[in-house]
């Protein structure tokens, strides 16, 4: 009976200093009072694919206007910028068959996020990495084709992966 009773005090102390679950925190904290809006900004072809994904996440989980930079509905709105940099991804092999040939790669797809107002940083997300493995049968040619075929579907998927952490994090202030 002690042991719950302290189990539920320890609860209720985290709970009541703001202690949440990253991706739980429910409203936007880090956002200035006011803000209307939320531009993505990029830099590079890879992050313009991870802001799509990022701009759909958001639009579906948010009360504030996403738009991309440079688009005209922006002027003249409170808005912030989430910045998304630093974006890389890597195709690597990661096992080997008995003939050397590779049977599963490592796909890992990574990039920092940060919000911006003007020239303050509000928040600093750092950098958020998604990665899986792909597994691919036959040798050679036929190999090579699958991982190919594999690769673009899991891109599609650790996009959206990546675009679902970056939110969390948001969402919380980690």
């Known amino acids: 009976m002690r042991r719950m009773l302290a189990v539920l005090m320890l609860g209720l102390a985290l709970g009541g200093c703001g202690y949440h679950l990253a991706g739980h925190g429910g409203k936007i904290t880090v956002l200035p009072e006011g803000t209307q809006a939320i531009i993505v900004r990029t830099s590079g072809a890879d992050a313009a694919v991870l802001a799509q994904a ?8 948010s009360d ?11 002027q003249g709105v ?5 910045d998304i940099e630093n974006v890389s991804s890597q195709f690597v092999p990661s096992a080997y068959d008995s003939n050397g040939y590779a049977i599963q790669y490592r796909l890992s797809l990574s990039g920092s996020v940060r919000l911006m107002k003007g020239d303050t940083m509000l928040w600093n997300g750092g950098a958020i990495t998604a990665s899986t493995d792909i597994y ?20 599609r998927q650790l996009r959206q992966q990546w675009a679902r952490q970056a939110w969390e994090a948001l969402q919380s202030g980690f």
């Open 54 to 61: 990022m701009i759909t996440m958001m639009q579906a989980g």
């Open 64 to 74: 504030y206007t996403v738009l991309r930079a440079g688009d005209p509905k922006a």
């Open 78 to 82: 409170n808005a912030v910028e989430l």
């Open 136 to 155: 691919v049968q036959g040798s050679g040619g036929a190999g090579s084709l699958q991982a190919s075929l594999s690769q673009d579907r899991a891109k």
